[in-house]
């Protein structure tokens, strides 16, 4: 199983001038693997080439983990601003929203070798998982005071959480067309079966880990689109009659 996670928090942070937000992203991804092979069902007297051609075919599926948010409403202001990166001689944060962008990897590999003529050959099953869990909105406590000014910190937390959920959603549409491409549908041949199953590990880590790092790329984008100005202004000005 491959493990991957990239950390990504999202700020709504009360500054001097307006409100901005930001995105904060890990750059390290931490791999674990484990791939089984099996061969059954086979007749072990025929030819190493029947063997290959009795072979089920290449398959890849791609899930998303359906999004889900928890509310923490305990920590105040000047914790929110810490944990938000931000400094606190400058900045107020009044709401953030974190989540773990990551994927975990199942790869099974069944295969068949030909240890006299050191021969091996192998059709990969994958199952990717995407997630975005878990995703936590913090509203400070000190708004519980303040009606308005934590009903519009959590309206614009909440188009923040909603951009996590789209880009889980488009990551995972996007991977489930394009990987099987990137790997193909052909035998995979090698001299043996540990060579084998390594060569597609490593083909499959480096795809992933670059595909991580372009979503967490595009992410940061999009994030950073939620807090314009308009809705710095948006957020500013709402409970200016109260």
């Known amino acids: 199983m491959q493990r991957s996670g990239n ?33 059954d069902g086979m007749n072990p007297f025929a030819s190493f080439e029947t063997r290959c051609a009795k072979l089920p075919p290449t398959h890849v599926e791609v899930v998303a983990v359906p999004l889900t948010f928890e509310r923490d ?3 105040s202001i000047a914790a929110l601003t810490v944990k938000s990166g931000r400094a606190l001689a400058t900045n ?3 709401g953030l929203t974190t989540a773990a962008f990551g994927q975990n990897t199942d790869i099974q590999l069944s295969g068949a070798d030909d240890r006299g003529d050191s021969r091996a050959c192998g059709v ?32 614009h937390e ?27 549908d052909q035998l995979r041949t090698a001299t043996n079966s540990d060579e084998l199953q390594k060569r597609f590990v490593i083909s499959t880590r480096d795809y992933l880990a670059q595909f991580m790092r372009d979503r967490e790329r595009m992410l940061d984008e999009s994030q950073a689109a939620v807090d314009s100005s308009e809705e710095g202004a948006r957020v500013a000005s709402a409970c200016a009659q109260w």
């Open 92 to 94: 107020r944060t009044f």
């Open 124 to 155: 990969p099953r994958v199952r990717i998982e995407l997630s975005m869990q878990p995703v936590i909105v913090y509203i400070a406590s000190e708004l519980a005071a303040q009606p308005c000014q934590r009903a519009v910190t959590l309206s």
């Open 7 to 39: 950390k990504a928090a999202v700020a709504f942070v009360g500054s001097v001038d307006r409100p901005v937000a930001r995105i904060r992203l890990a750059v390290p991804i931490a791999l674990s693997v484990v791939v089984t092979a099996c061969g």
């Open 73 to 75: 409403d305990s920590q």
């Open 158 to 184: 909440m188009k923040h959480v909603e951009v996590f959920r789209e880009a889980l959603e488009l990551a995972a549409r996007d991977l489930a067309r394009d990987f099987p491409v990137a790997i193909g």
